[in-house]
């Protein structure tokens, strides 16, 4: 079993659209991340939580602790959004779990 | 916003050659580097944690020998593939922490697509 689960792994959606991509975990964390990786390979960390909600743009993440449960939203979905969305959570000082991505694809 | 600098993006090598990959933080100082692997259409794995001026801490199942790690400046870390072989062909990729915040963002390099032939 991963300590890592995002759904779904593959979403496809037109543009306008409200996306929304889970992540639960089953390791006690100390922080959550989302980062998107686009096709030519290069990653952005999009947030860093430890609680609560964070909202950048079109983007919000949320992270609810005692559920081990994260949700990253995109409003207004653009194809520039298409990439692959991955999230990670830190356990220790340095230990990460990644999971296994979801990609998303918005079509004109 | 904080950059991390990897160079080469690609490179293609013979089997039985070594490769060096850099990665450098231009704009803080990383205390501790993380270097990734990521086969096709996977998740990224980490290989190893490198704490500057100190041993590269590697997952299990990561030969440290074949997958040399230097993190010799708080700017500067390397990864040297040795005596590559076609299995290695994979998507390498670093990040750094900086210096002073416990639970820093990961600040991503562009990768380095390795073909071995």
């Known amino acids: 079993k991963n300590e890592v689960e995002q759904s779904p792994q593959n979403l496809t959606a037109q543009e306008g659209e409200f996306i929304t991509i889970n992540c639960s975990y089953s390791?006690?964390?100390?922080?959550l991340h989302w980062l998107q990786q686009h096709p030519g390979g290069g990653i952005v960390s999009l947030f860093m939580?430890?609680?609560g909600k964070k909202k950048h743009g079109r983007l919000i993440a949320t992270i609810n602790i005692q559920e081990k449960h994260s949700s990253l939203h995109i409003t207004a979905s653009h194809p520039r959004d298409s990439a692959v969305y991955i999230c990670?959570?830190?356990?220790?000082?340095?230990?990460?779990?990644f999971g296994t991505g979801t990609s998303l694809t918005v079509i004109p | 916003g904080a950059v991390v600098s990897q160079h080469p993006s690609w490179v293609i090598c013979k089997s039985g050659t070594s490769v060096k990959i850099e990665c450098r933080s231009l704009?803080?100082?990383?205390?501790?580097m993380f270097w990734y692997r990521q086969f096709p259409k996977q998740s990224l794995m980490l290989m190893a944690t490198?704490?500057?001026?100190?041993?590269?801490?590697?997952e299990q199942g990561v030969e440290k020998d074949k997958f040399l790690i230097n993190h010799a400046s708080l700017t500067l870390s390397t990864l040297t593939v040795t005596s590559a072989h076609p299995e290695d062909s994979s998507f390498y990729i670093c990040?750094?922490?900086?210096?002073?915040?416990?639970?820093?963002?990961?600040?991503f390099g562009n990768g380095t697509r390795l073909t071995v032939t």
């Open positions: 990670a959570v830190r356990v220790t000082g340095n230990q990460f779990y």
């Open positions: 990040s750094a922490g900086a210096r002073g915040q416990g639970n820093s963002p990961l600040h």
């Open positions: 490198s704490n500057e001026g100190s041993k590269a801490t590697y």
């Open positions: 704009d803080f100082q990383a205390t501790t």
């Open positions: 390791v006690g964390i100390s922080a």
């Open positions: 939580l430890s609680s």
